[in-house]
């Protein structure tokens, strides 16, 4: 363990020259005089040149090294300057740095950089490792969209409205009126293997109903209907890897809706999915 006997003349300061004094005194500014010394005048500078070897030692004693007028004078030497060099290289890494939790380390002007480029967005652009939360949604055109903002947007435009199985013939209540949207589109597929020649049928209110025949294979079949006026429909066929031929009248939709399929006249079970979409 080390040692340090370096100490503070009149420690505790009871015959000492106030500063005041101190700052005028001929024999501190011209140095010894013949005549009669003051007690005090040396106390305040025994004092202050003793605190400044105190406060040396101190920082010899706390890097566990001898501060002792014991020693060698070569020893108490090599020991100060162990302790200078060891203050200069008490220089935080790169990870303490980036850490931030050192507080007995100093840091150099790169270490403060490579600190705030770790915990920090670059104004050139940086890569994230976790979420970035932003305050709100975006007002400006150039400004970031957060997901909330993207999935009001989109949430609002296109929507699966249902989806279901139903046997031959089965009616079916929406969750919403389908006249809430600008283009309706529905998909079917029947239980029948190769789904070809399938006539499907799908009856809206006031009977109103359109169809249509899928051939070879499609693999998805179904129609899209675009909204004329408050709650009616134009009719149009789509199809994928096939062909389908059908009907194009103006229904009317609301609600509750009638599916059906036949092939070769034998009813059919119905696969459906109805997606709506607004046009703003």
Known sequence: MPTNNILLFDQNKGNMMG??????????????????????LQNKFQYQTSLVAYAIASLMYNNGLDANDASAVSAFVSNLSSTLVQKVLDKASTAEARAGTVNTKWMSPALVKAAIDFTSVKLSGSTMTGPLILSGNPTANLGAATKQYVDNAVGGLIKRIASGTVAAVGKVTLPENLSNYDILLFNFSSNYEEQRNTQYFVKSVDNDFFSFVAYRHPVSNGAILSKINSDRYAVGVYYKMGDSVGLHPIVRMNNTITFSAEFNAFPQQVTYTIYGMKAS
Do not use: P
């Not at 005041?20 to 009669?36: A, D, K, M």
């Open 19 to 40: 500063d005041t004094e101190y700052n005028t005194n001929q024999q501190r500014l011209n140095g010894v005089q013949s005549g009669i010394a003051s007690s005090q």
